[in-house]
């Protein structure tokens, strides 16, 4: 899974696709007693409309320029150093 996703978020998609294995979901388990805001973030992923959002919202973004776009700040800021 892509390291830009959180431990917890990558336990959660192993869930609903049922690959999660028994230490993951006491993980998991754990992970949403420890605050409501947890669950209600699991709960979201239930929720079609906002999965379709975080999709689109990804597929929006262009890396090939944000990296471009970062390399020329990198190479801004090191002849500042």
């Known amino acids: 899974m892509s390291s830009l996703l959180t431990p917890q978020t990558q336990i959660i998609l192993k869930f609903w696709k ?20 947890n669950r209600r973030f699991l709960e979201q992923f239930q929720d079609p409309k906002w999965v379709g959002r975080q ?11 944000a990296l471009e776009k970062l390399k020329r700040r990198i190479r801004a800021n090191s002849g500042r150093m």
């Open 18 to 37: 049922g690959t999660a294995t028994e230490q993951e979901i006491a993980a998991l388990q754990q992970w949403l007693e420890k605050s409501p805001e």
């Open 55 to 65: 999709t689109k919202a990804f597929a929006e973004i262009d890396v090939s320029a």
